[in-house]
């Protein structure tokens, strides 16, 4: 894995750990497939939703599935998909891989945890690259 993937790795399973749910979006779909791959060889469960997943009712199912079933503790999609009308107050931890250019594309990913009804605390963080481009769009 990428640096930025075992940093991810690390927050994932110390969430995954607590009984928390990690909302995981990037802009790129490699790059979502690729922590994806990481994930399953460390043993967790996922929901992968890109625009390449499927018909808009399989996302749906993927999401209804993050949702309800316990044991799916990590959601990977992309932030495009994460500015839609979701609600997901099932999890409580939001981990950006990049940036994106306009920042209320990932306020409004953000606020898809942060709705009535949720009854944790909820840590929004971002991975940024130390002395690299991303750093100077934070």
Same mark, same amino acid.
């Given at each position: 894995?990428s640096?930025? &993937?075992k940093?991810? /790795?690390?927050?994932?399973?110390m969430?995954?750990?607590?009984?928390d749910k990690v909302?995981?979006y990037?802009?790129y %779909?490699?790059a /979502?497939k690729?922590?994806? *791959?990481?994930?399953? /060889?460390?043993g967790? !469960?996922?929901a992968?939703?890109?625009?390449k997943?499927?018909?808009q009712?399989q996302?749906?199912?993927?999401?209804? &599935?993050?949702d309800?079933?316990?044991?799916?503790?990590?959601l990977? @999609?992309?932030l495009k998909l994460?500015a #839609?009308g979701?609600?997901? &107050?099932?999890?409580?931890?939001?981990?950006?891989?990049? !940036?994106?250019w306009?920042?209320?594309?990932?306020d409004?990913? #953000?606020? !898809? %945890?942060? !709705?009535?009804g949720q009854?944790?605390d %909820?840590?929004?963080?971002?991975? %940024? @690259? #130390? *002395?690299?481009?991303?750093e *100077? @769009? @934070?």
């Amino acid at each position: 894995p990428s640096s930025k &993937e075992k940093v991810a /790795l690390d927050y994932i399973a110390m969430a995954a750990a607590r009984g928390d749910k990690v909302i995981v979006y990037a802009n790129y %779909v490699d790059a /979502l497939k690729s922590l994806n *791959h990481w994930l399953h /060889l460390a043993g967790h !469960r996922t929901a992968l939703v890109t625009g390449k997943t499927g018909t808009q009712e399989q996302n749906h199912s993927l999401l209804q &599935e993050f949702d309800c079933r316990a044991d799916i503790r990590v959601l990977l @999609m992309t932030l495009k998909l994460g500015a #839609e009308g979701l609600n997901m &107050e099932c999890a409580n931890h939001v981990l950006f891989l990049d !940036r994106w250019w306009n920042p209320f594309a990932s306020d409004q990913a #953000e606020w !898809r %945890v942060q !709705r009535p009804g949720q009854l944790k605390d %909820v840590f929004i963080t971002y991975l %940024v @690259m #130390e *002395h690299s481009i991303e750093e *100077h @769009m @934070m």
